[in-house]
């Protein structure tokens, strides 16, 4: 019975990954497809591969973010069945509010979605909620990674524009949209690197639970395989709602300003993952930087209403992750026991 279980909510934690892919995918190639560097099927099949190389890459170079995933959020799932309906609660949550945010068209953080669902779920579980590793390796990074990306890409924004200003606007153009080839490329693997890490440390939750591993245990090459794929797939089904918002909705976005929220956001994912080891958001990445580039064209050329809506979404996520990850524990808690 307990290996039933543990195959469930390891089909479902993939589940999370394959929204997780359709979800974000427009992190990693809105801004291509939209300045129209790379065909729609083209930009999802380089995202999709560039996803897979990233979640190895990720688990090679440290694991970071695996690890602050089944450590540092809440204290270990008890062994058995309860631990699974722990860990079930988890990633349902996560996907009820992915599947809600992705209807509505709004780049929420499929990261924090599952963060909130950890949260949510433990608490009702009565596990101990690690609140210094919330506010260190979520809160505080959900708060400072936007604003950094807006920064960044705003100051190297300028620096092309300075660096271009006497180059014929033309061919400018076709040379950025040929780089944001590039720089799709180097945000889809820091996709990878981060999100795939996350859906590991969620199987591994689970086979904490079932006795199959301990916190301190190697990510097993399935494992790292599996959730890969599922991350991969899930670009390649495409996320044409959240993409619209990201490439059209926030400022009418050109291939320079597309390379420099790109190149931005790919430097910032590589520093959370692999210096401060934090599971950050990749949408909320991108989307200051998209705003950040977008403002070198004056404070109207960005589209302040529909950054509101967004900004709403992401203060949403945890909490409304949280109550989805507790509700259903208390639902499956009560069918189980």
């Known amino acids: 019975m307990q290996t039933l279980g543990l195959i469930t ?39 999709g591969a560039m996803n897979l190389v990233g979640a190895y890459v990720g688990l090679e170079l440290g694991g970071g973010v695996t690890k602050s995933i089944v450590n540092g959020i809440i204290s270990t799932p008890p062994q ?33 979605a599952l963060i909130g669902g950890m949260v949510g779920a433990g608490l ?67 996709h990878g690197i ?45 996320g044409w709602r959240i993409m619209r918002t990201l490439g059209r909705r926030i400022i009418e976005i050109d291939p320079p300003r597309g390379f420099a929220a790109e190149t931005v956001s790919s430097l910032v994912l590589y520093f959370t993952a692999f210096i401060y080891a934090a599971p950050v958001s990749t949408t909320q990445i991108i989307t200051g930087s998209i705003m950040g580039a977008g403002a070198t064209n004056g404070r109207n050329s960005v589209r302040w209403g529909v950054a509101k809506n967004i900004f709403y979404a992401w203060f949403l996520t945890i909490p409304a992750a949280g109550v989805c990850g507790a509700l259903i524990y208390e639902v499956s808690h009560a069918l189980v026991s």
């Open 9 to 47: 909510v390891v089909v479902v934690t993939l589940g999370f990954a394959y929204t997780n892919g359709f979800h974000d995918s427009a992190n990693a190639i809105a801004t291509s497809v939209s300045t129209r560097a790379l065909t729609p099927r083209a930009a999802l099949v380089m995202a």
């Open 80 to 112: 058995g069945g309860s631990g699974l309906v722990v860990v079930f609660a988890v990633v349902a949550g996560a996907i009820v509010w992915n599947l809600v945010t992705w209807y509505f068209g709004l780049p929420s953080s499929s990261s924090h």
């Open 194 to 238: 981060q999100d795939a890490q996350k859906t590991m440390g969620a199987v591994m939750l689970a086979l904490i639970a079932s006795g199959h591993a301990t916190s301190a245990s190697e990510v097993p090459w399935w494992v790292l395989l599996a959730s890969a794929l599922s991350i991969s797939l899930g670009t390649y089904a495409g």
């Open 124 to 190: 009702a579980a009565g596990l101990t909620v690690h609140w210094s590793g919330v506010w260190d390796k979520v809160v505080l990074p959900m708060l400072v990674s936007p604003l950094v990306g807006f920064v960044l890409a705003f100051a190297l924004m300028l620096g092309i524009l300075w660096g271009f200003r006497r180059r014929r606007p033309g061919p400018v153009t076709r040379s950025f949209r040929m780089a944001q080839t590039v720089s799709a490329a180097g945000m889809a693997l820091g």
